[in-house]
């Protein structure tokens, strides 16, 4: 420790973390200027039936072009938006972003568009006005509500019992589905997920990680993720499997229940340009494949 090599704590001076630190700092003041410079844009991940492997959404991912870094993932930047706030115009401009590109594919492809499913962070849900933005930006782009999903990780629906209720049955009430993301990672207390106006479950990609092998047959595992499916369709919920790796994995999957997945085993996060081609080809076996997952998903 510091204070045994007899250099006192300055021996915890770390300049890896000061840079780590200047970093966070400079990425969190360059924020609101790169959301009005556009410096975001967003990535479309297919939700795919398990049975037919049709394409039944896609979920909304940003990015950011930093001018001096690169493309950045969100963990390099929506944990530090979530604690100055600036999540609020970012979330905002994913949502409005993500509903525009939904209504040229409803405009092109009609019923056989796929719904767009946006992340909103719990600091996003607490304000009074995600509600009357929703409904703004539905109006402003003409999509149909019911092609619009909302994704709510458990942690946003555990802080508070009122507001957020109150909000989810206003978006409930528009016509806009709502997802419980990575769930099965926070403390969902089984009767509050028993109240909550909730039609999809996501089950976190950490359950789907040990039936990805081939010669793994491993039962414990496979009777939990059987186990959290039964409890969804109980609930009457949609049971999605995120982290869909490998062939072998989504077909465990499906025999357990599962209705969707997404993974890049179906198709990586991809610009608005390619969800339009698969679209335009649905065939799934020209889908863009596992080998661009790793250009374009950068974390
Ligand atoms: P998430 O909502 O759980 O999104 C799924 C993440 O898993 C994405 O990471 C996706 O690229 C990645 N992924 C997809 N297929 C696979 C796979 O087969 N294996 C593995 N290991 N991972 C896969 P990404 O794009 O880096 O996003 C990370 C998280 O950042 C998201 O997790 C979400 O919580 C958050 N996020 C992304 N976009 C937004 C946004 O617009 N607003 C907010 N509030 N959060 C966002
Ligand atoms: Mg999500
Ligand atoms: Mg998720
Ligand atoms: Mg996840």
Redesign the pocket.
């Known amino acids: 420790s510091a204070k045994a090599d007899g250099r006192g704590r300055w021996a915890l001076h770390d300049p890896s973390r000061d840079e780590a630190e200047i970093t966070r700092f400079a990425l969190s003041a360059a924020m609101p200027a790169a959301i009005e410079r556009e410096e975001f844009f ?2 479309y ?1 297919p939700l795919v039936a398990m049975g037919d492997h049709g394409m039944r959404g896609v ?5 950011w072009h930093h001018p001096q870094l690169g493309v950045l ?3 390099r930047f ?1 944990g530090l ?2 604690e100055t706030g600036a ?1 609020v115009a ?2 905002h401009w ?2 409005a972003r ?1 509903c525009r590109d939904a209504r040229c594919w409803y405009d092109e492809f009609g019923d056989a568009a796929p719904f767009v499913s ?4 719990p ?2 849900l607490h304000e009074p006005a995600l509600l009357g933005e929703v409904e703004q930006v539905l109006a402003d782009t003409g999509l149909p509500p019911r092609l619009l999903q909302i ?1 709510l ?1 458990e942690r946003a629906l555990t802080t508070d019992e009122g507001a957020p209720l109150k909000a989810l049955d206003g978006l409930r009430e528009l016509g806009v589905k709502i997802a419980i ?2 769930f099965g990672t926070g403390y969902s207390n089984l009767s509050y997920l028993r109240k909550l106006p909730v039609d999809v479950i ?1 089950l ?2 950490s359950f789907g ?1 040990r039936l990805r092998d081939e010669e793994v047959t491993n039962t414990v595992d496979e009777r939990i993720v059987g186990t959290l499916v039964d409890l969804g369709h109980a609930l009457g919920m949609t049971v999605c499997a ?4 490998t062939g072998a994995q989504a077909g465990r999957l499906r025999r357990l229940g599962c209705d969707e997945g ?5 198709a ?2 991809l610009p608005r340009e390619d969800i339009r081609e698969i679209l335009a080809h649905p065939d799934v076996r020209s889908w863009p494949g ?1 080998e661009d ?1 790793f250009a374009s ?3």
Do not use: C, M, Y
């Open positions: 967003v990535l991940q979920e909304a991912l940003v990015r993932g969100p963990g929506i938006a979530e999540i970012l979330g994913v949502l993500a946006v992340n909103v962070a600091r996003q994704e990780t993301d990575d996501k976190d990609g990680e995120e982290g869909v790796e997404q993974g890049w085993h179906f990586a996060a596992p997952a998903s950068v974390s």
